[in-house]
């Protein structure tokens, strides 16, 4: 099943502690992105990748990490985590480029204490 | 319709009914556009997209129309259904772009 799996769902964490949010896709799709998505917000980008080894940032990128050194990987790194990053993220993928209909996760729900 | 701000638009219609849940986009260049759909706990659902060069776009009971002259795109669910409920999302983009925006959404609740 064409899928785009992200780990955890749901992680309740402390300021300052490192975490990772990993996100796999099985399309073999070049583009992959990360949003946060916030009440009344929508989904703002955080950083996309157009292919391995490229990324850039997106809307929101301040406080966040990322790393595209398989096709199929695309983790979101938040070094010193603090509370304002609290929020419900989404990673997505698309076949080529950015601007065709994107595949997303079912989302992880952090919680930065 | 959608807006920034801290609001989610609502909107509630009887089971069977008809929907329009309307999107006002801000770029001018872009040239196409995609619905979304959101259940809870769930991302978002591709439902139908719609290129510049048309004005209307149908698949199995949705419809969605575009308004280039006003910057507005909607769309229609025909015969509601209570596995309508979520939120609707409207984004745009444009030929050579490297993102989709997206709007606020808009949560649908069908009434039994």
């Known amino acids: 099943e064409a899928q785009v799996t992200q780990n955890p769902r749901y992680l309740i964490t402390v300021t300052g502690k490192k975490l990772t949010v990993t996100c796999s896709q099985n399309m073999n799709h070049e583009y992959m992105s990360w949003y946060r998505q916030d009440p009344g917000l929508g989904l703002r980008q955080i950083y996309y990748s157009m292919n391995v080894e490229v990324t850039d940032k997106g809307d929101v990128p301040e406080g966040y990490k990322v790393s595209r050194k398989e096709k199929r990987n695309f983790p979101l790194i938040l070094e010193s985590p603090s509370p304002n990053q609290t929020s419900l993220y989404f990673c997505a993928s698309s076949p080529g480029t950015g601007n065709q209909p994107q595949h997303f996760g079912d989302g992880t729900r952090l919680s930065i204490l | ?112």
């Not at chain 2, 089971?15 to 309307?22: A, C, L, P």
């Open chain 2, 1 to 112: 319709g959608e807006s920034v701000g801290l609001h989610l638009p609502t909107l509630s219609v009887q089971e069977g009914d008809n929907s329009i849940i309307n999107c006002a986009y801000s770029n001018s260049a872009s040239d196409y556009f995609i619905w979304y759909k959101q259940e809870s706990g769930k991302g978002p659902q591709f439902i139908i997209d719609i290129r510049s060069n048309m004005d209307k776009r149908q698949g199995q009971r949705v419809t969605v129309l575009l308004n280039k002259t006003v910057k507005h795109l909607s769309l229609q669910i025909a015969a509601t259904q209570p596995g309508d409920s979520a939120v609707y999302f409207c984004a745009e983009t444009s030929t050579g772009a490297n993102n989709l925006f997206f709007g606020t959404g808009t949560r649908l609740t069908v009434i039994p």
